[in-house]
């Protein structure tokens, strides 16, 4: 229990006329300065209510909180510890990569490779070319040994058809 005189310098108007009120009401004076003093102890200034959260702001903050039932979808959708192992089991390892670099063409034998097409290519089209032209030799060969034996029957058969050639 506090003492009237470390309360007084505290203590309100409203205060010393309870107690004034305690004393007129015949009330022993040192019961009216404990009940003054009590009183006076627990006058508080009243919260700045403006700092609450209404029932609306709750609404509002619980519709913007995440759910037991958002959480469990979330859990469902993430990978476990296990998803993880094997998919670093499917990857390859940077061994694996280096074998396989050490195993594809560099760029200066693809370009070698290219040149050695290209010649034979160029080979292939030499050797279409000389082919062609043999024909040709021979085609015109068989024509003109064609012609000239058609020539033949045709004179061989004007003389016999006709009497004095």
């Known amino acids: 229990m506090h003492s009237f005189d470390e309360v007084l310098p505290r203590m309100a108007v409203m205060m010393e006329k309870l107690y004034d009120a305690l004393l007129a009401a015949k009330v022993p004076d040192d019961k009216a300065r404990a009940a003054a003093v009590e009183i006076a102890a627990f006058e508080k ?41 094997a998919l670093r089991a499917d990857m390859a390892t940077k061994a694996e990569l280096a074998a396989l670099r050490a195993e594809a063409a560099t760029k200066a034998e693809l370009a070698t490779a290219r040149a050695e097409i290209s010649a034979e290519i160029a080979a292939v089209r030499a050797e279409i070319v000389e082919a062609k032209n043999e024909v040709l030799k021979w085609v015109f060969g068989l024509i003109l040994g064609s012609t000239a034996v058609n020539i033949g029957t045709v004179v061989a058969t004007v003389r016999l058809l006709v009497p004095g050639h």
């Open 45 to 85: 200034p009243l919260p700045d209510f403006s700092q609450f959260a209404a029932k609306a702001d709750l609404s509002a903050i619980r519709a913007e909180m995440v759910t037991k039932a958002d959480l469990s979808a979330l859990r469902a959708d993430m990978a476990t510890k296990a998803d993880l192992a």
